[in-house]
Nanobody, 123 residues
């Protein structure tokens, strides 16, 4: 029912910044909680950030708190993740995800996923 497409990944030096974006097809985009997750080689998919469809409240993983910012534009059906002060350990495939549940960081509670976009941070 919902198609998500990520873009904006790339290669950046440590300390640099990148913005990844997600475009959603849902007509009712504003009713979805939108999250960003990432998966590094050999590791499980992990939560990064989420923004609520109700209040716009945001929540971040401790590892990115203060460095990453999630925003959404319900008019354009997009959600962005602005990443600052990037570290090599931020290197991963970043996935956009959607759920009609409330604010949650739990991977299994998200119903729709994009294909992912690679973010590589060099030392």
């Amino acid at each position: 029912q919902v198609q998500l497409v990520e873009s904006g990944g790339g290669l950046v030096q440590a300390g640099g910044s990148l913005r990844v974006s997600c475009a959603a097809s849902a007509r009712t985009f504003s009713t979805y909680t939108m999250g960003w997750f990432r998966q590094a080689p050999g590791r499980e998919r992990e939560f990064v950030a989420v923004i609520s469809w109700t209040s716009g409240k945001t929540y971040y993983a401790d590892s990115v708190q203060g460095r990453f910012t999630i925003t959404r534009d319900n008019t354009k059906n997009t959600v962005d993740l602005r990443m600052n002060s990037l570290k090599p350990e931020d290197t991963a495939v970043y996935y956009c995800a959607a759920t009609q549940r409330g604010l949650t960081s739990v991977v299994r509670l998200y119903d729709y996923w994009g294909q992912g976009t690679q973010v590589t941070v060099s030392s």
